[in-house]
């Protein structure tokens, strides 16, 4: 790796691995993956798929107006190209970003939080059970 890109990088890296952000990733308390900007991102460009970095930006772009503003940013995008689109265009991108408004006003209700968080610490402790009880199943040099 060029030196330029190391030190460019390792201030982020050391950040990334500062133990108070490291703490409270502990017992699945990170962020909800369907609200974050990444998870956008890689919706319109999987990782599964290898696209280019032209084709990641673009997925980037569209991921900043869709987490800002919604599907509607896609008529935006839409006329700002020169391109049409129709009544159903617009009736299904409303419909959406209703849905979207919907469904994190009932993720921040009381009940619905204190359920995700018994169900994400059930498996935590199912997945912890299961480390616990499982053998080594790969040992380098010993066969």
């Given amino acids: 790796m060029p030196e330029a890109v190391s030190k460019a990088i390792k201030p982020i ?3 990334l691995s500062h133990l108070k952000l490291l703490r409270r990733c502990l017992g699945g308390k990170t962020q909800h993956p369907n609200e974050s900007l990444n998870s956008l991102i890689w919706k319109y460009s999987p990782k599964t798929i ?3 970095i032209t084709i ?3 997925a980037a772009f569209l991921a900043v107006c869709d987490y800002n503003d919604g599907h509607k940013s896609q008529m935006d995008i839409m006329n700002a190209m020169g391109l049409t689109y129709n009544k159903n265009n617009v009736i299904t991108a409303k419909d ?3 849905k979207c408004l919907s ?3 009932k993720r921040i209700t009381a009940a619905s939080l204190e ?3 018994h169900k ?3 498996l935590a402790k199912e997945n912890m059970k299961f480390k616990l009880s499982e053998e080594c199943t790969y040992d380098p040099g010993a066969y």
């Fill in 13 to 15: 890296f050391k950040d």
């Fill in 50 to 52: 290898g696209s280019s």
């Fill in 56 to 58: 990641t930006r673009i």
């Fill in 96 to 98: 959406v970003d209703k």
């Fill in 103 to 105: 469904t994190a006003f």
């Fill in 115 to 117: 359920s995700r968080n």
């Fill in 120 to 122: 994400r610490l059930k």
